[in-house]
């Protein structure tokens, strides 16, 4: 089979999504050994902002699963979602692969 067709339709295609720093980030976290949920979303934002000073993640519990809200500059709110929402859905993807660990259901919302 041709390598230029898996590639396409492979999973680490999605990788592109997040920039190197942020991919450096989360080696760095993981190495570190802090393995706190919020705290590595907070982590993983705050290497991608300009302002990490204004990095605000809420967690609301519920009954079944666990909604961290991020909050950001204005300025960095785009860099956070990413064209077509890509690194907001490898934040999510990461929140959700973290927390399996623990078998809960975890959301992540950006919030303007």
Known sequence: MNPRLLMRSSPLKSRKSLKPEALSAIWDFLLKGVFGL??????????????????????????????????????????????????????????????????KRVYVEIIP
């Open 38 to 103: 919020r705290d590595l979303i907070e982590y993983l934002v705050k290497a991608l902002v300009d302002d990490p000073g204004q990095v605000n993640i809420t967690e609301v519990a519920g009954d079944e699963s666990t909604t961290y809200e991020v909050r950001v500059a204005a300025s960095d709110l785009g860099k956070v979602i990413g064209k077509q929402g890509k690194i907001a859905n490898s934040l999510r993807t990461i929140a959700k692969a973290a927390a399996m660990r623990d078998k």
